[in-house]
């Protein structure tokens, strides 16, 4: 698993990003929880839209998946997730498709314990 650990929460998510986000698109973080709570209800289809077009190697597509949870896991703050899924683009991009697969492990293991940490920190702000 990718080492890096950001300050924050069992370092899966750096809260202080999510604080950074709460202040720049409103001040009581309802907003940055409802677009945490999107984060989680779209997970299984993120991760099947990977693990689905990497089965097909359907390399244009891959590709745009990973993109997606790589860009939305930056945004939250989740650090180690978003390394996992550029790593998998960058397999992807070079054509290694079995260190893609490896990364996808990986990712499947970390996204529920991150949306985990996600979920307590939004619970408190709706």
């Given at each position: 698993?990718?080492?890096?650990?950001?300050?924050?929460?069992?370092?899966?998510?750096?809260?202080?990003?999510?604080?950074?986000?709460s202040r720049?698109?409103?001040?009581?973080?309802?907003?940055?929880?409802?677009?945490?709570?999107?984060?989680?209800?779209?997970?299984?289809?993120?991760?099947?839209?990977?693990?689905?077009?990497?089965?097909?190697?359907?390399?244009?597509?891959?590709?745009?998946?990973?993109?997606?949870?790589?860009?939305?896991?930056?945004?939250?703050?989740?650090?180690?997730?978003?390394?996992?899924?550029?790593s998998i683009?960058?397999?992807?991009?070079?054509?290694?498709?079995?260190?893609?697969?490896?990364?996808?492990?990986?990712?499947?293991?970390?996204?529920?314990?991150?949306?985990?940490?996600?979920?307590?920190?939004?619970?408190?702000?709706?």
């Amino acid at each position: 698993m990718i080492a890096y650990l950001p300050m924050g929460t069992d370092g899966l998510v750096d809260t202080s990003v999510l604080e950074k986000l709460s202040r720049e698109i409103d001040v009581t973080g309802t907003q940055t929880a409802k677009f945490v709570q999107r984060f989680i209800t779209l997970w299984p289809t993120r991760r099947d839209a990977i693990r689905t077009t990497m089965a097909g190697r359907d390399r244009q597509r891959a590709i745009e998946a990973a993109l997606s949870l790589k860009t939305t896991a930056e945004m939250l703050g989740a650090m180690p997730l978003y390394e996992l899924s550029q790593s998998i683009e960058q397999s992807i991009r070079a054509g290694d498709w079995d260190g893609a697969q490896q990364r996808m492990d990986e990712v499947e293991e970390l996204g529920p314990r991150t949306n985990a940490v996600l979920a307590d920190w939004a619970g408190g702000r709706l």
